[in-house]
């Protein structure tokens, strides 16, 4: 019966082609305009790191000035940390796993004369950088602890560097220059582009790419990296020099680390309590009391990943597609209605309201279908649009399998709601009224 039900629904739409091109099209451009907006707004408000971002957490001190908050509003707390701070949450090991991090620009030499240095954007971390954000190895692994403490001169580069200097091939052992230092190179990453790019919101645009090459952090001992990123100061450096800097205000490190229960957490959190009052006591921490750690979702909430303008687009774009949908509803009653006297015919030969009910909900559904198939086009026209003319946020302007089907959900539901009530109507019809007009 439901094949005969099709079978009718497709000629009905060829009896009558440019009301049903109408239809469809109305769907498509609705479709169209939704799927646009919200494959964006998908990537924005995504989960980067779902199986544990409830056990992820940035960790954020107040000591800026004691008559003023960071941002001028109460609660107001600077996104990251001074080094000293920084370096002591790192190294305290009061979490299961803990890490402190910024960028530094270097050059890159290789032994090919042909390619001349570069430079590329690189991140000091601990080890327990790659056990806490998970990146993908295409080989090798990261460094150790004890590489961490013994001031190792290894490094894990990107999948992208390493075919620029090595080729591609298994670079493990191979030595790279940066800044006119060499380094082992112990890993190489995969791709690893999470998105979005929640470790580093502060000091990357959230749908960036990963850095070029990761080094331990102690190195900077010995380094003295001048950072490549936010850096905010609200008192002058007690010494002019790069110590002096070290020891300052300025904040420029970021914290993370992992705490896999809730009583791990607030053990965490009256360790940092702790701490600041115990630098209270040495004069700094002038404001009172207000520490905060967030986990990765509150982390994309505070620095506002999606922002007003793209829901409100989302918003629009849902509203337009209503609009489409009303336009649907009076061109499908219009096209039902004009069929009156072949439903009275059927009627008065035996067929019951509920057939004729689910007859004319499953030409909606076919209406539906071509609908989307059309609008997912249109999406793909539009989110190509998008790439184009904005190239920096590429990342979330592609259609994936998921995003496809649900394109197809809604537009078969909505189409289906928008011929609720013109089948109903149909419905309706009195077969002997029908048959005295004919």
């Known amino acids: 019966m439901i094949r005969y039900y099709f079978w009718l629904a497709l000629r009905s739409l060829k009896s009558y082609p440019w009301l049903s091109a109408l239809m469809v099209l109305a769907i498509a451009i609705g479709i169209g305009a939704f799927m646009t907006s919200y494959t964006i707004f998908h990537y924005m408000s995504g989960d980067p790191i779902p199986h544990k971002s409830d056990q992820l957490f940035v960790v954020q ?5 004691e008559e003023e908050s960071w941002d001028g509003e109460e609660g107001g707390l600077p996104p990251q940390l001074t080094y000293k701070d920084a370096r002591f949450i790192a190294e305290a090991n009061q979490a299961d796993f803990q890490t402190a991090m910024f960028l530094s620009v270097m050059a890159v030499y290789t032994d090919n004369p042909d390619i001349k240095p570069q430079r ?12 806490m954000f998970e990146p993908p190895f295409l080989y090798g692994a990261p460094w150790t602890r004890e590489d961490d403490e013994n001031h ?7 999948r992208d560097l390493n075919d620029r200097v090595f080729g591609g091939k298994d670079s493990i052992g191979e030595s790279i220059t940066l800044n006119g230092n060499q380094y082992t190179v112990i890993g190489v990453l995969d791709n690893f582009k999470p998105s979005p790019k929640y470790y580093d919101l502060i000091n990357s645009n959230p749908f960036s790419d990963s850095e070029d090459f990761y080094l331990p952090f102690t190195l900077n001992d010995i380094l003295k990296l001048t950072p490549s990123g936010n850096n905010s100061c609200w008192a002058p450096l007690p010494e002019n020099s790069y110590e002096g800097y070290l020891n300052s205000e300025c904040v420029w490190i970021s914290a993370w680390v992992q705490l896999n229960s809730l009583e791990k957490k607030q053990e965490f959190q009256n360790f ?4 600041v009052r115990e630098q209270k006591t040495f004069g700094r921490f002038l404001r009172p009391l207000n520490n905060r750690i967030s986990n990765v979702k509150e982390w994309l909430v505070i620095n506002k990943v999606v922002s007003d303008d793209t829901q409100i687009q989302l918003w629009l774009s849902l509203a337009f597609f209503g609009v489409c949908l009303l336009n649907t509803v009076g061109l499908i009653l219009a096209k039902f209605l004009k069929k009156s006297g072949d439903v009275g015919v059927r009627r008065a030969l035996g067929a019951s309201r509920l057939q004729i009910f689910y007859q004319h909900l499953i030409e909606s559904a076919l209406l539906g279908i071509v609908g989307a198939v059309l609008g997912l086009l249109l999406a793909w026209l539009g989110l190509y649009a998008v790439r184009s003319f904005i190239p920096d946020i590429a990342v979330l302007t592609h259609l994936n399998t998921e995003l496809a089907l649900f394109a197809f959900l809604v537009a078969i539901i909505a189409s289906l709601l928008a011929g609720i009530y013109p089948t109903w109507r149909v419905c309706q019809i009195a077969p002997a009224r029908q048959l005295k007009t004919q």
Do not use: E
């Not at 190792?152 to 990107?158: A, E, K, L």
């Open 61 to 65: 001190l107040d000591n800026w000035a």
């Open 272 to 275: 940092v309590d702790n701490y």
């Open 120 to 131: 590329y954007l690189g991140r000091l971390t601990y080890s327990d950088f790659f056990s």
């Open 152 to 158: 190792s001169t290894v490094t894990v580069i990107s």
